[in-house]
């Protein structure tokens, strides 16, 4: 029990580490370039419009914060391995994946995004959506389109990655069931993203992305279809909004999208054993 306790701290930890750096760089960010209190009446502050004014520089700034938090989480977290002196990228699992099985990962990232809009479509979820829009729409509006891909669609992917799956995974799996482990990192990496409607989709999509991370041994694989995942629906977004593609159409890209995912499913099961194999030649080597 204790051993399971420990895992499961360590990662609040890894998680403890990641909120702090974003606040941290939120928090300066407002000190020194976002409100000027040198020239407020703090006597006669109104408290709402403090707030008001935090959370517009937050929006405006996002970006930026999530850009400067990220290189500062994956800094920290390297210096945590550093110190132990253990290799920070092997104990992530950065292996190498051949040409065929990252292209089949692009490609799943596109089909799990229309999965994600399929919930629009689900009236007792769809309610709970415009908290998301609105927050998505007012980042969009006030960032660089091309900022908005290199950080959403690349940056934050391959920091979540290493966090969720890399790190968190990686610790729960030691001292507990790796069912128990993948749903635990899905139900924090839903919880992370702080609104109800995109937790539950990124719940899910941690439960897939950690499915995948089990089965091919690589910390790429759902590296590779989390930035596909995100680049895309940034794409989409730019190019149409929820609710101007035909309901039809949606649909039959839906189903499509669930027979890819499910094709891509029993693919990576059929190749899961020689993963295995290679890690148990690996771990004999190492103890040779």
């Not at 990662?11 to 403890?16: K, P, Q, W």
């Not at 730019?238 to 094709?263: A, D, H, P, Q, R």
Request: hydrophobic share 55%; aromatic share 12%; charged share 10%.
């Amino acid at each position: 029990m204790g051993a399971k306790i420990k895992s499961i701290l360590k990662s609040i930890f890894y998680v403890y580490i990641f909120i702090v750096a974003q606040v941290l760089v939120a928090f300066t960010g407002i000190i020194f370039f976002g409100l000027d209190l040198t020239t407020m009446d703090l006597t006669a502050l109104n408290v709402n419009y403090l707030l008001s004014s935090v959370m517009d520089y937050i929006l405006q700034n996002a970006i930026t914060i999530t850009l400067i938090a990220a290189i500062l989480s994956f800094l920290t977290y390297w210096l945590l391995f550093a110190i132990k002196k253990k290799d920070f990228f092997q104990n992530c699992g950065f292996k190498a994946l051949s040409t065929k099985n990252s292209f089949l990962l692009t490609i799943l990232g596109i089909a799990l995004h229309f999965l994600v809009v399929l919930l629009y479509l689900i009236p007792s979820l769809a309610r709970y959506s415009s908290q998301h829009d609105q927050l998505l729409r007012a980042i969009m509006d006030n960032s660089d389109p091309l900022m908005i891909l290199l950080v959403a669609g690349i940056v934050a992917p391959i920091l979540e990655e290493i966090l969720f799956r890399g790190l968190i995974l990686n610790e729960l799996k030691k001292n507990l069931s790796l069912k128990v482990s993948i749903i635990i990192q899905a139900i924090i990496f839903g919880l992370i993203h702080g609104n109800l409607f995109q937790g539950i989709y990124a719940g899910i999509l941690g439960v897939i992305l950690g499915l995948l991370y089990y089965n091919t041994g690589s910390l790429w694989a759902p590296i590779i279809t989390h930035i596909s995942f995100n680049s895309f629906s940034i794409i989409m977004d730019k190019l149409f909004k929820v609710g101007e593609l035909e309901k039809g159409l949606m649909v039959m890209l839906t189903i499509i999208s669930g027979l890819y995912i499910l094709g891509i499913a029993k693919y990576l099961q059929k190749n899961k054993n020689v993963y295995q194999t290679e890690q148990t030649i690996l771990a004999i080597k190492e103890t040779a």
